[in-house]
């Protein structure tokens, strides 16, 4: 229904990540797939998840549609007790990062691959260099002229764009490590179940504070902090905000379907 909502493509989903087994963060999961499935789908989905769930989706995969959804899904089982690459194409990895909740449960931090520099069109336009050369340049080589003057391969491009990263951390009591794991990165989504007040709630279920999140975001000294899966009892959520940006400034509450810039 979310996906619909947001007008995003259906076909251009392949990968679904799943941090851990609580209903909320996985019961979506078949009905997803069956829209798929009815929509004529082809091509396959690849799911990530602790390796408990692969029996429970062939169990719900063999009732409701005896194998025969129309394409394939392939179970990828993430270990919730290493931090590992788990997933790797030529535009983005994916890591797990091992969190610390009631059952296994893994975030996952994505991280754009490195990009080759770009080329400056009115250099390449200057010195009449063909198009056939720009590929090299573009992987470091210079260029000479016919008459035998080296132009430099700094002249010729400018620096590539920095590749963003983006930390997913579901459920999870405060681990005061966990920011090693996660420095430098842009943006960070770390949940903030309870205010200050439930600290010892926080602690006893596993989750973490507003104040906890928010200290995990400056000692990983990344550039913003979104915080969420937020108790049902803070009616006015801004307690939370402020708790956080107490510690990091650079906080934002998330809500369903608002955007932010990684």
């Known amino acids: 229904m979310q996906l619909r909502r947001s007008g995003l493509s259906f076909d251009k989903l392949g990968h679904i990540f799943i941090s851990h087994l609580h209903g909320d963060h996985c019961f979506g ?17 690849h799911v990530y998840a602790p390796g408990e769930l692969e029996s429970m989706l062939k169990a719900q995969l063999d009732l409701f549609f005896n194998y025969d959804i129309g394409y394939k899904i392939d179970f990828h089982p993430v270990d919730t007790t290493k931090h590992q690459v788990v997933y790797e194409d030529r535009s983005v990895s994916v890591e797990s990062i091992p969190l610390n909740h009631r059952m296994p449960c893994a975030g996952y931090l994505f991280r754009e691959q490195p990009t080759l520099p770009h080329i400056r069109r009115d ?21 000479t002229l016919p008459d035998g003057t ?16 983006y930390a997913y951390c579901s459920d999870t ?11 430098g990165i842009d943006t960070l989504y770390h949940e903030s179940t309870y205010a200050n007040d439930k600290e010892d709630s926080a602690k006893k279920y596993h989750h973490s504070t507003a104040q906890q999140a928010a200290t995990v975001a400056r000692d990983a000294h990344v550039k913003k902090l979104l915080i969420g899966h937020f108790s049902a009892r803070y009616g006015d959520e801004s307690i939370l905000l ?3 940006k107490k510690v990091f400034d650079n906080t934002f509450l998330t809500a369903e379907m608002k955007v932010f810039d990684v």
């Not at 999961?29 to 929509?39: A, D």
């Open 150 to 165: 080296k132009i430099p391969h700094e002249r010729l491009v400018t620096p590539a764009d920095k590749p963003r990263s």
């Open 29 to 45: 999961l078949i009905g997803l797939l069956s829209t798929f499935g009815l929509l004529g789908r082809t091509a396959t989905v």
């Open 242 to 244: 402020n708790e956080a």
């Open 123 to 143: 250099m390449i336009d200057m010195y009449g260099i063909p198009i056939s050369q720009i590929n090299n340049i573009k992987n470091g080589q210079g260029y």
């Open 173 to 183: 009591a405060y681990i005061p490590q966990l920011h090693k794991l996660l420095d």
